[in-house]
Each structure stands twice: as C-alpha cells, then as structure tokens.
C-alpha cells in the first residue's frame, strides 16, 4: 500500500491526554495514538468515526 493510500492521523500537534486518557488535540485515546501506526485503514477508519463522535460531545 502506497503511503498516500493511507488513512491520515487526525494528529493536529496539540498533544496533551486529559484524565481520561483522551487526547485534547486529536480526541484520541492514548491507546489509539499507540498503535495508530500498526492499524489497517478500515481500523483507522473506525477510530476517526469514534473521534468525530467525541469532538461532537465536546463541542456541546
């Protein structure tokens, strides 16, 4: 798989985990910043679906 075919990070280098282990940049957990570079596209595609959920919560 070529790199451009590669889902991207939502990383936006403000990189700080809240209490709840949650990115307060990206809205990822420090799990999926972990092992976001070993992910397949269709689980990275998940996390960003879980990622948009979050920012929505957070933007309440």
Not at 5 to 31: E, F, Q, T, W, Y
């Amino acid at each position: 798989m070529k790199v451009a075919d590669k889902v991207r990070s939502p990383c936006v280098s403000i990189c700080a985990l809240d209490d709840n282990d949650m990115c307060v940049g990206c809205h990822r957990s420090g799990d999926e910043i972990t092992r976001w570079s070993q992910m397949s596209n269709e689980e990275r595609q998940e996390v960003l679906r879980k990622v948009a959920e979050r920012e929505s919560k957070f933007l309440i």
